[in-house]
């Protein structure tokens, strides 16, 4: 029998072509799923980080409520310790002034013994001068906690804020105007797109740009060709704000913990640790949101997005 | 149409009527393809359609009767690729019961994008089973065949009567089954 008679051959051949066929759509699918379980990975990944960003934001939240609290309970007695120093201190002044006029009108040596000798006993003059000074201080002391009571108010930040329309270029502007001393050493490279006007709070968001900046500027401190720059463009429905720095950087511990009230890095009396804090609750509060990326030795990069109204 | 439909009438046919058989059917019926058919790909329906009715013609015997065929035959080469979907119903009226939204959903996941007909059902008082047939192809004749292949399996006596057809204008088919050891 001939190859063409046996209807075996072209049977054969035809397997042989279906066979090829189920092997090329195995391979096919092989692909697909591959490329579908690469796609659900990155969903999945992308979940888990925000979902990370979520917790996150709670645990801001949270601690603005309490922020809130604690700030309103501390600002009472504030109030009544800060005006009773005040007090001490006019009334203070009333017995210098009686001091003066005994030590005028009756001189030492006419003093009954029992006062000449506790007069010479204590060293009055230096007390004097050391109360004053006390007191001083303590009002100083008082004004800081004001001030970090204040700040910490702006965290919590539920008041409604003044709205305007503002150019944010202008607003960066002047706050590096206002910035001049602190960046004298510091290369400022400015990137300013046109931008549209947005309903804002322009004060507060030109103190976001400050904090940013003087951050930047601590960040800077020691380093060789130190170098900032400010970026703001358009993107669709969104301001975009760039500002990066080539100064230290941050390990990934501080980057988490960066928008945590008190949370700081810097000396006693150098950093509160309010100013990212608050800078995240400026943001927040005009839709805004705030991200960093930073590397360690390197420098770091703060983007901060506010829709356009 | 899946391939594996061809293929089963490609056994069906190479059973009956020999390997010879098979490719003379390809060559009238499809001369400008080159007749392989591979399970999982999808082929025109009217490839289908002519090799039945080149079938029909050949054997003399009306297209109708050849579908039928094909579904009773296709019920035997369905339950040796998938012995499972027959293992888990125990009785022919589960097993019918199961095909909507059990096997054909199966089948979903196995096949990429199969055409598969829906199916309604009705339990009648009489203890008989009444099946809503829907699908453009209309192929309620292969589905007879189905459940008589079925029955066959299930060795359940039946009655099957197709009182309402989309061939006659409707818009589905009522295939009534009727179970003969429950009369
Ligand atoms: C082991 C059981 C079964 C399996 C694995 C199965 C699988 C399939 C597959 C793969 C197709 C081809 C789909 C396509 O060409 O895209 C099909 C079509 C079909 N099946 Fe099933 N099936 C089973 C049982 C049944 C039964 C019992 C019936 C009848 C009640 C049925 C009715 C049909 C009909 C009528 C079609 C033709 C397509 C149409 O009408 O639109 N099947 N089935
Ligand atoms: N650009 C930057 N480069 C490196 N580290 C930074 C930068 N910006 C912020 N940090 C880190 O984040 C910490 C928190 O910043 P934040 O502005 O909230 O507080 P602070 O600067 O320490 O104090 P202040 O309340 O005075 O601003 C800083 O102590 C510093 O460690
Ligand atoms: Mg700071």
Same mark, same amino acid.
């Given at each position: 029998?001939?190859?063409?008679?046996?209807?075996?051959?072209?049977?054969?051949?035809?397997?042989?072509?279906?066979?090829?066929?189920?092997?090329? &759509?195995?391979?096919?699918?092989?692909?697909?799923?591959?490329?579908?379980? &690469?796609?659900?990975?990155?969903?999945?990944?992308?979940?888990?980080?925000?979902?990370? /960003?979520?917790?996150?934001?709670?645990?801001?939240?949270?601690?603005?409520?309490?922020?809130?609290?604690?700030?309103?309970?501390?600002?009472?007695?504030?109030?009544?310790?800060?005006?009773?120093?005040?007090?001490?201190?006019?009334?203070?002044?009333?017995?210098?002034?009686?001091?003066?006029? #005994?030590?005028?009108?009756?001189?030492?040596?006419? $003093?009954?013994?029992?006062?000449?000798?506790? /007069?010479?006993?204590?060293?009055?003059?230096? %007390?004097?001068?050391?109360?004053?000074?006390? *007191?001083?201080?303590?009002?100083? @002391?008082?004004?800081?906690?004001?001030?970090?009571?204040?700040?910490?108010?702006?965290?919590?930040?539920?008041?409604?804020?003044?709205?305007?329309?503002?150019?944010?270029?202008?607003?960066?502007?002047?706050? *590096?105007?206002?910035?001049? /001393?602190? #960046?004298?050493?510091?290369?400022?490279?400015?990137?300013?797109?046109?931008?549209?006007? %947005?309903?804002?709070?322009?004060?507060? #968001?030109? &103190?976001?740009?400050?904090?940013?900046?003087?951050?930047?500027?601590?960040? *800077?401190?020691?380093?060789?060709?130190?170098?900032?720059? %400010?970026?703001?463009? *358009?993107?669709?429905?969104?301001?975009?704000?760039?500002?990066?720095?080539? @100064?230290?950087? $941050?390990?990934?511990?501080?980057?988490?913990? %960066?928008?945590?009230?008190?949370?700081?890095?810097?000396?006693? @009396?150098?950093?509160?640790? $309010?100013? $990212?804090?608050?800078?995240?609750?400026?943001?927040?509060?005009?839709?805004?949101?705030?991200?960093?990326?930073?590397?360690?030795?390197?420098?770091?990069?703060?983007?901060?997005?506010?829709?356009?109204? | 149409?899946?391939?594996?439909?061809?293929?089963?009438?490609?056994?069906?046919?190479?059973?009956?009527?020999?390997?010879?058989?098979?490719?003379?059917?390809?060559?009238?019926?499809?001369?400008?393809?080159?007749?392989?058919?591979?399970?999982?790909?999808? =082929?025109?329906?009217?490839?289908?359609?002519?090799?039945?009715?080149?079938?029909?013609?050949?054997?003399?015997?009306?297209?109708?009767?050849?579908?039928?065929?094909?579904?009773?035959?296709?019920?035997?080469?369905? !339950?040796?690729?998938?012995?499972?979907?027959?293992?888990?119903?125990?009785?022919?009226?589960?097993?019918?019961?199961?095909?909507?939204?059990?096997? +054909?959903?199966?089948?979903?996941?196995? =096949?990429?994008?199969?055409?598969?007909?829906?199916?309604? =059902?009705?339990?009648?008082?009489?203890?008989?089973?009444?099946?809503? =047939?829907?699908?453009?192809?209309?192929?309620?004749?292969? !589905?007879?065949?189905?459940?008589?292949?079925?029955? +066959? +399996?299930?060795?359940?006596?039946?009655?099957?009567? +197709?009182?309402?057809?989309?061939?006659?204008?409707?818009?589905?088919?009522?295939?009534?089954?009727?179970?003969?050891?429950?009369?």
């Amino acid at each position: 029998m001939s190859n063409d008679d046996n209807p075996y051959i072209k049977a054969y051949e035809r397997e042989k072509r279906a066979r090829l066929e189920a092997e090329r &759509q195995l391979e096919d699918s092989s692909r697909i799923i591959y490329k579908k379980n &690469q796609a659900l990975e990155d969903s999945y990944e992308k979940l888990k980080s925000q979902q990370a /960003l979520m917790l996150k934001q709670e645990k801001l939240a949270t601690l603005g409520t309490l922020s809130a609290g604690v700030a309103h309970e501390i600002n009472n007695p504030l109030a009544f310790v800060a005006s009773n120093v005040s007090t001490l201190q006019s009334y203070l002044q009333l017995y210098q002034h009686v001091q003066t006029l #005994l030590e005028t009108h009756y001189p030492r040596e006419t $003093m009954v013994p029992a006062l000449r000798s506790y /007069l010479e006993a204590n060293d009055f003059e230096y %007390i004097n001068e050391d109360a004053e000074e006390l *007191l001083e201080d303590t009002l100083e @002391g008082l004004k800081r906690v004001a001030n970090i009571v204040q700040s910490l108010k702006n965290f919590a930040y539920d008041q409604p804020a003044k709205r305007q329309s503002a150019d944010i270029n202008e607003g960066i502007e002047s706050t *590096l105007k206002l910035l001049k /001393l602190p #960046l004298e050493h510091i290369e400022v490279e400015k990137h300013l797109a046109p931008l549209p006007n %947005i309903d804002c709070n322009p004060s507060e #968001l030109n &103190q976001v740009i400050l904090n940013l900046l003087t951050n930047a500027a601590d960040a *800077l401190d020691g380093r060789s060709q130190p170098k900032i720059s %400010i970026k703001t463009y *358009l993107n669709g429905s969104e301001i975009l704000i760039t500002i990066s720095d080539n @100064g230290c950087g $941050m390990p990934e511990s501080v980057v988490s913990n %960066i928008f945590v009230p008190f949370f700081t890095t810097k000396d006693v @009396g150098k950093g509160t640790g $309010m100013g $990212m804090s608050i800078s995240y609750g400026i943001v927040e509060s005009h839709g805004g949101s705030i991200e960093v990326i930073s590397e360690e030795d390197k420098g770091s990069e703060f983007t901060i997005r506010l829709p356009v109204t | 149409m899946k391939g594996i439909v061809f293929n089963i009438l490609e056994e069906m046919v190479i059973e009956k009527c020999g390997m010879a058989a098979w490719n003379e059917l390809l060559e009238t019926a499809l001369p400008d393809e080159d007749g392989a058919f591979t399970a999982g790909k999808s =082929y025109p329906d009217e490839n289908l359609f002519a090799l039945v009715h080149a079938a029909s013609a050949k054997l003399e015997t009306p297209a109708e009767q050849i579908i039928s065929g094909l579904g009773e035959y296709m019920f035997g080469e369905l !339950a040796k690729r998938y012995p499972i979907f027959i293992e888990q119903a125990p009785d022919l009226k589960t097993f019918l019961l199961s095909v909507d939204q059990v096997i +054909h959903t199966e089948v979903r996941k196995l =096949y990429d994008d199969p055409n598969l007909p829906s199916f309604e =059902y009705t339990q009648l008082d009489s203890g008989a089973l009444l099946m809503e =047939y829907r699908s453009p192809r209309k192929l309620c004749i292969l !589905a007879e065949g189905l459940i008589r292949g079925a029955a +066959h +399996h299930y060795q359940t006596p039946i009655t099957l009567s +197709h009182p309402t057809c989309m061939h006659t204008g409707s818009d589905h088919c009522d295939l009534i089954v009727e179970f003969g050891d429950e009369q």
